[in-house]
């Protein structure tokens, strides 16, 4: 497959990056900050989302979507990554509707995913439990209860949890702790009884929230995928999430990049400008040369979704350790060539230093991502 | 609809196309020329001066009979004259059968192209045809010992005698000059106009008693480069190529070409780092490598070359499609080379002491210290983000 954009992708990437220039800028970040936002999220943004078809890009067109594939979900991410855009994007449109579309029964698909392709229902993915992500490391109990079951349990780090209509959660239903065998993954509405969410505030001011599971009663076609056999369908659909935020973080590392560029092509010290100066040019082509790597193996990983999902791990696992690393690095040197003025709150470059920290560490960071990379080469 | 039916045609021509490969392949590609390159000495170059087996002289000119040693060229240059589509597919049925390429040569990689780009119809008829048959070896002659990283600063003299060129003064690092039979070369034409005015491009002869070589000894214990000198050397008038004081636009657009071949050293057929360092040292109780500490480093190497040979794959679509920009060939050559440094790096480490071993063809060690020439040849990993700064990023000169 051509590494470019086709030209479907192209201009779903042009309107992207219009529209949310416009209406999701960086300023919308700092205003829902700074006002204290109880959704964390602007529900007009969302809906303009929705009607340009965004919510329902991996939904499959018998389920009310535009199912346009990952390359075209990446090219959204991408763009909300260099606005900093904060929306249940990732969690709704990418994670759920994939958990759904792949493993969903007919009835939880036709009960979710037209919702979820008209903007009208959020869900969210509670996984981890620990300091550190780890999936297949579940404390979480599912026990049987009449035909149904009946789940205990703390998820931590859920994300959009608090503006969830649904849930889905991972839980033991037989085996121990850390076992591959026997984690299933449950469908859970918002309104159980049983079900406490609780918001946390993150350093990158967007929505993550502890959900605490107090015996909370689902029926037997809550269960999504295979009772015992979940966490094959987990990683699935992690890894599409993975794959999203390293689109995410390639978007939020250019847009590091073109700042930085950009101001030290103003900044003048000692008389000149400080771009003309042979210690930050090399360091910003060294940057741009990241960069440009970065977007090549997001592009591969999002491809190999489309082409291949059974086969796209290892691709999802490179991309999500190099651009963890490469957003990073974008956002640390960012910091430093806008010197004084990038250690201010005024400045956006700090708000992309905190986001690409949090979107290094979700669902996996370089180091995991690395540690499985070398796992599946066999070494 | 009638899109579709376009589509299909076209892919069942390529189908076609591939069987016709395949089977030529099959019948024509000698036994001993699919079996992997064990050390230099595997290599074809050509040229006049080269000794070489009979299957390997066998599969070059078999191929170049079909013009398939340069397959996107021009039938009437000695190419094959497919279509990209066409020579992709042709790679990768070589590649199924694990074909040698039958011919190394800086006249398919370097001269090829700008002679192509800005060759007379007469300079392309002259020298592409033998170039694609393997018959003449060429070599660069770019650098000079004044002028390294700062190329425009050379000085050898090229004077006009009438009826010829007279050439005098000193290149320096010039591949394989030793073994070669044509060089290109820059050299001033013009000592008045500004240093990247007066340089012209042209093609010298080097069977002539005006032209020796001297190779040099590098660490590696190898000496792939040469000293070459012109002492009243003559050329023919009509081997310029482009205009006259207007070589400094070839010279950069071969440039690109010799960078995009460096970077992309690096990432060819080579053993995975992760399996040669197991198979060097084992593994731990866990399954892991050895030892933790590089196992981290290969890791994050073999992540980077990942990244990177999707950075090639995909600056080569971009061109394709006419997207993309041409200074993205200094960021392959500067990552390249920076990543075939690090492989090597943690080939050494993998080998421990038995790689410190000395004196065989195939030693790690002087494959290892070659790798350091890759990011100061073809312009510094220094220069490349240089022009990274001054083309792509647009950063004012102080």
Known sequence: ?379 | MLDNVDKGEIMSDLESFRHEVRDWLEASCPEEMRQPMESEADAVWGGKKGQYSKPQLLWLERMASKGWTVPEWPTEYGGGGLTKEEAKVLRSEMQRIKARSPLQSFGIWMLGPALLKYGTHEQKLEHLPPIARGEIRWAQGYSEPNAGSDLAALMTKCEDKGDHYLINGQKIWTSYADQADWIFALVRTDFEAKKHEGISFILVDMDQPGVTTKPIKLISGKSPFCETFFDDAKADKRQVVGELNKGWSVAKYLLTHEREMIGGMGSGAMRPAGDVAVQMLGKDENGRLADPFLRTDVVRMEIDGLAFMSTMERVADEAKAGQGTGANSSVLKYYGTELNKRRLELMMDSAGQDGLEWGADDDVAASWLRTKGNSIEGGTSEVQLNIISKRILELPSA
């Open chain 1, 1 to 379: 497959m051509a590494m470019v954009l086709n030209e479907e992708a192209g201009m779903l990437k042009d309107a992207a990056r219009g529209f949310l220039a416009d209406s999701a800028p960086v300023a919308q970040l700092r205003k829902l900050r700074d006002t204290d936002s109880a959704d964390g999220f602007d529900r007009k943004t969302w809906a303009a989302m929705a009607e340009m078809g965004w919510t329902s890009v991996l939904v499959p067109e018998d389920q009310g979507g535009v199912e346009m594939g990952h390359v075209a979900a990446g090219v959204i991410a991408e763009e909300m990554g260099r606005t900093l855009t904060a929306s249940p994007f990732l969690s709704t449109a990418i994670m759920g509707a994939t958990a759904l579309t792949r493993f969903g029964s007919d009835g939880q698909k036709s009960e979710w995913l037209p919702r979820i392709a008209a903007g009208e229902a959020i869900t969210a993915i509670a996984v981890d439990e620990g300091r550190k992500h780890n999936p297949s490391s579940v404390a979480t109990k599912a026990e049987r209860s009449g035909n149904g079951f009946k789940l205990s349990g703390r998820k931590s780090f859920v994300v959009e949890g608090h503006v969830a209509d649904m849930m889905i959660v991972s839980a033991r239903t037989a085996g121990s702790e850390a076992e591959a065998e026997g984690v299933s993954l449950f469908l859970v509405p918002i309104d159980a009884a049983g079900l406490t969410v609780d918001r946390i505030k993150t350093v990158d001011s967007r929505n993550f929230a502890t959900v605490t599971l107090d015996g909370v009663e689902v029926t037997a076609d809550a269960v999504l995928g295979e009772v015992d056999g979940g966490l094959a369908a987990l990683e699935a659909v992690l890894d599409a999430g993975r794959a999203g935020l390293s689109a995410e973080m390639s978007g939020s590392a250019q847009q590091c990049l073109e700042s930085t560029v950009g101001y030290i092509k103003e900044r003048k010290q000692f008389g000149q400008i400080i771009g003309s100066f042979q210690a930050l040019q090399h360091r910003a082509a060294h940057l741009y040369s990241e960069v440009e790597l970065g977007k090549s193996i997001v592009l591969k990983a999002l491809q190999t979704l489309d082409a291949a999902p059974d086969h796209a791990a290892m691709m999802v696992s490179a991309a999500k350790s190099k651009l963890g690393q490469v957003a990073q690095l974008a956002a640390q040197e960012g910091v430093q060539m806008h010197g004084g003025m990038g250690m201010t709150d005024e400045f956006d470059i700090g708000f992309f230093m905190k986001r690409v920290r949090v979107a290094e560490a979700l669902y996996g960071d370089a180091n995991y991502h690395a540690e499985k990379f070398a796992r599946m080469r066999n070494y």
